[in-house]
Structure formats: structure tokens, C-alpha cells
């Protein structure tokens, strides 16, 4: 066997190792020093959490509402002045 092919041979037993080495990491999944998420699902889950707050918002204004106890007339302008702040 020449210098070569020894080189050649040892070249292919170690990328053989890191393939496994990879595959394996990726397989028990991030570790120490890693991300535990990827970016998109930390952006989403801001988003999500914006849209709750929001919701909350809005079972507030809702709750204000129903809990009222004056007239219509009072009701209908409530409704049109939120509808105008969104």
C-alpha cells in the first residue's frame, strides 16, 4: 500500500466517523451551549404571546360591556368609539 492510498483510506474513516458523530447529535438534540430552539419558533412564539395579550385586551373591553348596566343609546357609542381606536 503506498503513502497515497493510506491517506486516502484514514480520509474516508474519518468522515465515516463524523456522518455518525452528526447523525447521532442530532438525534439527542442541542447540547450544552446550544440553542434549545430555532429562531423561527422563538419569533413565533413572541408573535403568539402579542396576540394573547391582545386578546386579553379584548375580553376586558367585552366583559366592561356585558357588565353595564346603562341603555342602549350608551352601549351603541361605547361600540363605535372602540371600533374607532382599532
Same mark, same amino acid.
Given at each position: 500500500m503506498s503513502f497515497g492510498t493510506v491517506i486516502v483510506v484514514l480520509? %474516508?474513516?474519518f468522515a465515516c466517523v463524523a456522518l455518525i458523530r452528526s447523525?447521532?447529535?442530532s438525534q439527542l438534540g442541542p447540547g450544552p451551549g446550544e440553542r434549545a430552539q430555532? *429562531?423561527? #419558533? &422563538? /419569533?413565533? /412564539?413572541? !408573535? *403568539?404571546r402579542r396576540e %394573547? /395579550? /391582545? *386578546?386579553?385586551e379584548r375580553v376586558q373591553v367585552l366583559e366592561r360591556i &356585558?357588565?353595564?348596566g346603562h341603555e342602549a343609546r350608551r352601549l351603541s357609542s361605547e361600540i363605535e368609539r372602540l371600533?374607532? !381606536? #382599532?
Open positions: 480520509a %474516508v474513516i447523525r447521532q447529535n430555532p *429562531l423561527a #419558533s &422563538a /419569533e413565533r /412564539e413572541a !408573535e *403568539l %394573547v /395579550e /391582545e *386578546l386579553r &356585558a357588565t353595564d371600533r374607532d !381606536e #382599532s
